[in-house]
């Protein structure tokens, strides 16, 4: 084999070793790529859409209502579970449904984006200061903070804000 071929391989290694670690890199640090394996964020996000979320989202603002995110499930002891929900309370919210709406201190939130009405009576729920209550859109269909052991998403669970559906059509997450 030529020098000439050694050196077109060794340059063909280096740069797919080069885009191997920098994918690495990026999905560790700046993104996370993840499958939505149920329907707990319809209409928003479909059942086997894949998105993308900015761990970079939060390093400067704080969460707020109403944004959608990927966090570690916190009945998950190993933290190896990922959730996609949106958060509704906020640390010292008070947080309730009733008669198919969500009220938050009181006051009915207004929810453009849930796919129906939420059945059934929840709550009240205390956020404690510093912790997310997290609802799926498709609240019928959603095991989210209501159910939960450990009802409450803490800031260091949270791993990105939710931007980007890029499977089946794009679509800008809000």
Same mark, same amino acid.
């Given at each position: !084999?030529? $020098?000439?071929?050694?050196?077109?391989?060794?340059?063909?290694?280096?740069?797919?070793?080069?885009?191997?670690?920098?994918?690495?890199?990026?999905?560790? /640090?700046?993104?996370?790529?993840?499958?939505?394996?149920?329907? $707990?964020?319809?209409?928003?996000?479909?059942?086997? %859409? =894949?998105?993308?979320?900015?761990?970079?989202?939060?390093?400067?603002?704080?969460?707020?209502?109403? @944004? *959608?995110?990927? /966090?570690?499930?916190?009945? @998950?002891?190993?933290?190896?579970?990922?959730?996609?929900? =949106?958060?509704?309370?906020?640390? &010292?919210?008070?947080?309730?449904?009733?008669? &198919?709406? *969500?009220?938050?201190?009181?006051?009915?939130?207004?929810?453009?984006?849930?796919?129906?009405?939420?059945?059934?009576? /929840?709550?009240?729920?205390?956020?404690?200061?510093?912790?997310?209550?997290? !609802? &799926?859109?498709?609240?019928?269909? $959603?095991? %989210?903070?209501?159910?939960?052991?450990?009802?409450?998403?803490?800031?260091?669970?949270?791993? &990105?804000?939710?931007?980007?559906?890029?499977?089946?059509?794009?679509?800008?997450? $809000?």
């Amino acid at each position: !084999m030529s $020098s000439t071929v050694k050196k077109e391989i060794f340059s063909w290694i280096k740069t797919i070793l080069l885009a191997v670690v920098l994918a690495g890199l990026v999905n560790t /640090f700046l993104i996370v790529n993840a499958q939505v394996p149920t329907g $707990s964020m319809e209409n928003t996000i479909m059942t086997g %859409d =894949r998105i993308l979320a900015l761990r970079t989202s939060y390093w400067f603002d704080e969460p707020q209502r109403g @944004d *959608v995110i990927v /966090f570690r499930y916190p009945d @998950d002891p190993e933290g190896k579970t990922l959730y996609v929900k =949106r958060i509704i309370g906020m640390g &010292g919210d008070v947080v309730e449904v009733e008669n &198919g709406n *969500v009220y938050i201190n009181g006051s009915a939130l207004e929810e453009p984006y849930i796919k129906e009405i939420t059945q059934g009576n /929840f709550g009240p729920y205390e956020v404690p200061e510093g912790s997310y209550f997290m !609802m &799926g859109d498709n609240r019928n269909r $959603s095991l %989210d903070s209501r159910y939960w052991e450990n009802q409450y998403v803490e800031p260091d669970a949270i791993l &990105g804000k939710v931007v980007l559906r890029y499977f089946r059509g794009f679509k800008w997450i $809000s």
